[in-house]
């Protein structure tokens, strides 16, 4: 009787033991709240709850009656045991596979407090999704009308998304916590066997032939990529973006570094300035017939048989020249534009920093401007192609680049500067050898942030007669067909993605080791 008793006594401890862990890491999430639970792990307490969750959903299945776990022929017990039987082994083996890849990320933590802590995730989530489930069947509501925005109960599809990334938020803890492992190893820990799952998925989709949106797009790209028109639009996306970034980079570090200087006067070495300014304004009176329209017929006759020479060029650099082309077709306007930037550089220079808070001002406008506007705009004066794009691209970049390099210049420590001073060193060696090389990680992040959004942009660009990806998009829209647009999406996507890992490898190759040490100490 003793036995019995201690037995039932025991029994009664795990089922409140259990319940109290459901309840502290629902209402409060952390990774120290399932610390605490881990010293609670208990093999029986797992294989209880496990057990209960499957209870529950053998229930909703013989309620409702899905095919995928009923099959009509059993009896209800027989069912019930089907459902537990399946729900136990899927949650040991998902668990067996995390478990071993966290341990491949260095996890310490034993089989039992990580089936435990997981067991305290899964089971209340799942019983609240199996009740949401059995309310929906019996209110008549389909996954499709939750889901969409604009039915009358497509509010509902926001709490799921949150209910999701909730559950989501209490998986990493519990990994976190049983394995003691960082953030980043716990997302490579969930995101490892989903990634292995999803390409498995995919393989099988090829595997049986079947028709969905994966293997049509995989199917449309394959067959573009066979003709050349994706490698073709593919180069003239990237050399388009190139070409605009390495101008953007010059100009807007120039701009960056101007304003941080302290204002001064015009002096007469400053005279050297007229030479360009004078080239520019030349080169727009000859080619727009100030200077004798005989001469403006020669520049313009001259200009377009260099275009034609350049526009005949085939093979990888066939784009960068048509971009050239295009600039050079049109002098009247390269004249305007430089002379422009010429005046508006020097007056940065002169002014300095009392100029920085205007020109950031000024260029946040810019990045307010809708690109497709930007591009009509600028038809009138540089007409349709390359070198209308490339001229919005150089504008829309500068916000990033100035801001950060304003930003990674005036973060270096006032006393570096002046040990560089007391060195003997100039203004020009301090911001060669000093500003700038400090200043290079913050630089390069926002390079990195102006190229992988000029990747996004540089798609509109199709819409005024430039070949990038987004030549499928507008296509796609025009001809009404969703494999197109889509395929111009997923591209243009993955391309911005695989740009910003590069772009990672490379700030992190060009930071000083210096910088490194100290950020890693951080």
């Given at each position: 009787?003793?036995?019995?008793?201690?037995?039932?006594?025991?029994?009664?401890?795990?089922?409140?033991?259990?319940?109290?862990?459901?309840?502290?890491?629902?209402?409060?999430?952390?990774?120290?709240?399932?610390?605490?639970?881990?010293?609670?792990?208990?093999?029986?307490?797992?294989?209880?709850?496990?057990?209960?969750?499957?209870?529950?959903?053998?229930?909703?299945?013989?309620?409702?009656?899905?095919?995928?776990l009923t099959t009509g022929t059993d009896a209800i017990w027989a069912g019930l045991l089907r459902v537990i039987f399946f729900t136990e082994a899927d949650f040991f083996v998902i668990s067996l596979v995390l478990f071993f890849v966290a341990k491949g990320f260095g996890g310490t933590?034993?089989?039992?407090?990580?089936?435990?802590?997981?067991?305290?995730?899964?089971?209340?989530?799942?019983?609240?999704?199996?009740?949401?489930?059995?309310?929906?069947?019996?209110?008549?509501?389909?996954?499709?009308?939750?889901?969409?925005?604009?039915?009358?109960?497509?509010?509902?599809?926001?709490?799921?998304?949150?209910?999701?990334?909730?559950?989501?938020?209490?998986?990493?803890?519990?990994?976190?916590?049983?394995?003691?492992?960082?953030?980043?190893?716990?997302?490579?820990?969930?995101?490892?066997?989903?990634?292995?799952?999803?390409?498995?998925?995919?393989?099988?989709?090829?595997?049986?032939?079947?028709?969905?949106?994966?293997?049509?797009?995989?199917?449309?790209?394959?067959?573009?990529?066979?003709?050349?028109?994706?490698?073709?639009?593919?180069?003239?996306?990237?050399?388009?973006?190139?070409?605009?970034?390495?101008?953007?980079?010059?100009?807007?570090?120039?701009?960056?570094?101007?304003?941080?200087?302290?204002?001064?006067?015009?002096?007469?070495?400053?005279?050297?300035?007229?030479?360009?300014?004078?080239?520019?304004?030349?080169?727009?009176?000859?080619?727009?017939?100030?200077?004798?329209?005989?001469?403006?017929?020669?520049?313009?006759?001259?200009?377009?048989?260099?275009?034609?020479?350049?526009?005949?060029?085939?093979?990888?650099?066939?784009?960068?020249?048509?971009?050239?082309?295009?600039?050079?077709?049109?002098?009247?306007?390269?004249?305007?534009?430089?002379?422009?930037?010429?005046?508006?550089?020097?007056?940065?220079?002169?002014?300095?920093?009392?100029?920085?808070?205007?020109?950031?001002?000024?260029?946040?406008?810019?990045?307010?401007?809708?690109?497709?506007?930007?591009?009509?705009?600028?038809?009138?004066?540089?007409?349709?192609?390359?070198?209308?794009?490339?001229?919005?691209?150089?504008?829309?970049?500068?916000?990033?680049?100035?801001?950060?390099?304003?930003?990674?210049?005036?973060?270096?420590?006032?006393?570096?500067?002046?040990?560089?001073?007391?060195?003997?060193?100039?203004?020009?060696?301090?911001?060669?050898?000093?500003?700038?090389?400090?200043?290079?990680?913050?630089?390069?992040?926002?390079?990195?942030?102006?190229?992988?959004?000029?990747?996004?942009?540089?798609?509109?660009?199709?819409?005024?007669?430039?070949?990038?990806?987004?030549?499928?998009?507008?296509?796609?829209?025009?001809?009404?067909?969703?494999?197109?647009?889509?395929?111009?999406?997923?591209?243009?996507?993955?391309?911005?993605?695989?740009?910003?890992?590069?772009?990672?490898?490379?700030?992190?190759?060009?930071?000083?080791?210096?910088?490194?040490?100290?950020?890693?100490?951080?």
């Open positions: 009787m003793l036995t019995e008793a201690t037995q039932t006594q025991r029994q009664n401890g795990l089922w409140r033991d259990m319940l109290n862990g459901w309840a502290s890491t629902l209402t409060e999430p952390g990774v120290d709240t399932f610390r605490a639970q881990k010293a609670r792990a208990d093999p029986l307490k797992i294989v209880l709850g496990v057990g209960l969750l499957g209870l529950v959903i053998g229930l909703w299945a013989v309620a409702v009656g899905p095919a995928s933590g034993s089989f039992v407090q990580h089936s435990y802590l997981l067991s305290l995730v899964t089971v209340p989530l799942g019983m609240i999704v199996t009740a949401f489930l059995f309310l929906s069947n019996k209110l008549g509501l389909t996954l499709a009308a939750v889901l969409n925005p604009l039915s009358p109960i497509g509010i509902v599809s926001i709490f799921i998304i949150l209910f999701g990334l909730y559950g989501l938020l209490l998986l990493f803890f519990a990994l976190q916590a049983t394995h003691e492992i960082q953030s980043s190893a716990v997302f490579y820990t969930v995101g490892a066997p989903v990634l292995g799952w999803g390409i498995l998925r995919v393989a099988s989709m090829f595997a049986a032939q079947e028709e969905n949106l994966i293997t049509t797009e995989w199917d449309f790209i394959a067959g573009q990529w066979e003709k050349g028109t994706l490698q073709e639009l593919l180069l003239g996306h990237l050399w388009l973006v190139a070409v605009s970034v390495a101008i953007a980079v010059v100009l807007g570090v120039m701009i960056g570094v101007f304003i941080t200087w302290p204002s001064r006067r015009p002096q007469l070495s400053h005279l050297v300035i007229l030479v360009p300014l004078a080239l520019f304004l030349l080169l727009w009176a000859a080619s727009s017939g100030m200077l004798g329209e005989g001469m403006a017929v020669t520049i313009k006759d001259t200009v377009k048989g260099w275009d034609r020479s350049l526009m005949r060029v085939e093979g990888f650099f066939a784009a960068p020249l048509d971009i050239v082309g295009a600039i050079v077709s049109k002098p009247a306007a390269v004249g305007m534009i430089g002379a422009m930037f010429t005046i508006i550089l020097y007056a940065l220079f002169l002014t300095g920093e009392a100029a920085g808070e205007i020109t950031l001002y000024i260029l946040g406008i810019i990045l307010t401007i809708p690109s497709v506007a930007l591009f009509g705009a600028m038809i009138k004066p540089l007409g349709t192609g390359p070198f209308n794009a490339a001229f919005a691209l150089i504008l829309y970049a500068q916000l990033p680049i100035v801001r950060n390099t304003y930003t990674g210049i005036k973060a270096v420590a006032p006393e570096i500067t002046e040990a560089g001073r007391g060195m003997g060193m100039t203004e020009w060696q301090l911001l060669l050898k000093v500003k700038l090389p400090m200043a290079v990680p913050v630089i390069m992040t926002g390079v990195r942030v102006a190229i992988v959004m000029l990747v996004g942009i540089a798609s509109i660009g199709a819409y005024i007669g430039n070949d990038t990806l987004g030549k499928y998009i507008f296509e796609g829209i025009y001809r009404a067909q969703e494999k197109r647009y889509i395929a111009g999406a997923i591209l243009v996507a993955a391309l911005a993605l695989t740009v910003d890992y590069f772009l990672g490898w490379l700030q992190n190759v060009l930071t000083p080791e210096g910088l490194k040490g100290r950020r890693e100490a951080a």
